[in-house]
């Protein structure tokens, strides 16, 4: 079993570029790949970044190619995300969530540990 802990939201204006981290404890954190989901009001959760075991590997939404960057880094059991050129869309509640598997999955259904979230809110 895994716990995750994300931290880094918060109220952000537009254009900015905040970075959420979620720490893991538990099993070995290089056991797992990692994924960050995002849940708007109203909206389900869908997939924004995930990153393989190694960090060799990533995928994103296209809704945010070129502006988020997932990232980990397993002597610190944490996984990143670095948010750039943030618009009031990407307003929503940031889930990271872990899979114990070798490849990236790009699906929340695949995602076996889910953190509780946090709230990053973009003001135009």
């Known amino acids: 079993q895994v716990q995750l802990v994300e931290s880094g939201g918060g109220l952000v204006q537009a254009g900015g570029s905040p970075r959420l981290s979620c720490a893991a404890s538990?099993?070995?954190?290089?056991?797992?790949?990692m994924g960050w989901f995002r849940q708007a009001s109203g909206k389900g959760r869908e997939v924004v970044a995930a990153i393989n075991r190694s960090g060799g590997s990533t995928r994103y939404a296209d809704s945010v190619k070129g502006r988020f960057t997932i990232s980990r880094d397993n002597a610190k059991n944490t996984v990143y995300l670095q948010m750039n050129s943030l618009k009031p869309e990407d307003t929503a509640v940031y889930y990271c969530?872990?899979?114990?598997?070798?490849?990236?999955?790009?699906?929340?259904?695949?995602?076996?540990?889910w953190g509780q979230g946090t709230k990053v809110t973009v003001s135009s």
């Open positions: 538990g099993r070995t954190f290089s056991s797992y790949a």
């Open positions: 969530a872990a899979r114990f598997d070798v490849g990236l999955g790009f699906d929340r259904y695949e995602y076996d540990y």
